[in-house]
């Protein structure tokens, strides 16, 4: 009898090795489906991915387009986690608009970085600074030439992402004071990285615009007295999975390390 207990015992004893390394042992390597900002791809995607990859132990698969869209996609199954450049209070306040059916109550946010907006200019254009009541201004149509802010006999054209976009809703939140923007000669653009190329080729132009492709570009900008943040978040349906969470934190890890 206690020779089968003991033999018994041993047999626990080295069965325990497997067991922990079992237990230490990577989860399997997924493939994540990312979709939603440009903002977000740019800043953290575009150059950090292989980085992310690595320090999470999975693939990302990222369709860039606009922070509702990649909601869309979440809620409707084709991303595993969104992108977005806004609070998700605000994105589902503008989703609900358009698309009250859909489940925002099973959303949840993960802040990753900030950033700030950029006012890029034509590099022809003078203005380099603005006071916040002087921008509004332009935002709410009541400015409409350069002549008004120091600049050349120009009428102002104001380059944005159409609705959806995560730039202008940082905008109208904090410095419209919760307004939408109604510029006087708006100029409307499918997606963020479509902007610099039209500020660059329009001397009245200025670009409501995300400060990595403004840099990208090498365009001017007007500086404001104090800088409009944008905060970048992942957002899962439900809780995240193991998976999804590697992501958000190594996301978080790698943007701490790299940007700031």
């Known amino acids: 009898m206690k020779n089968s207990v003991r033999g018994a015992a041993w047999r626990v004893l080295l069965a325990l090795p497997v067991c922990v390394a ?14 939603g900002s440009t903002t977000f791809n740019s800043t953290l995607l575009v150059p950090y991915q292989s980085d992310i990859e690595s320090v999470s132990g999975h693939k990302l ?32 306040d503008l989703l609900q608009k358009t698309r009250p059916d859909l489940p925002t109550e099973r959303l949840k946010s993960f802040l990753i970085h900030h950033t700030r907006v950029a006012f890029a200019v034509n590099p022809s254009n003078p203005v380099r600074t603005a006071r916040w009541a002087t921008m509004r201004r332009v935002l709410n149509g009541e400015l409409d030439n350069w002549k008004q802010l120091g600049g050349p006999d120009l009428p102002i054209r104001v380059v944005m992402v159409h609705e959806g976009g995560g730039v202008l809703l940082s905008i109208e939140r904090q ?38 492709e403004v840099r990208r570009h090498g365009l001017p900008e007007i500086a404001l007295p104090v800088a409009i943040e944008q905060q970048l978040f992942l957002v899962s349906a439900d809780e995240p999975s193991p998976a999804m969470y590697a992501v958000i934190d190594a996301a978080r890890r790698v943007a701490a390390g790299q940007l700031e």
């Open 22 to 35: 079992a237990a230490l042992a990577p989860a399997r390597a997924e493939t994540l489906r990312l979709q």
């Open 175 to 212: 410095l419209m004071r919760g307004q939408r923007a109604s510029p006087r000669s708006p100029v409307l653009v499918d997606s963020g990285p479509q902007l610099p190329a039209v500020v660059a080729q329009d001397a009245g132009a200025v670009g409501l615009a995300q400060l990595g």
């Open 61 to 92: 698969n990222v369709a860039a387009s606009k922070s509702s869209l990649g909601l869309i996609a979440l809620m409707e199954g084709h991303a595993d986690l969104a992108m977005i450049s806004a609070p998700l209070e605000t994105e589902i």
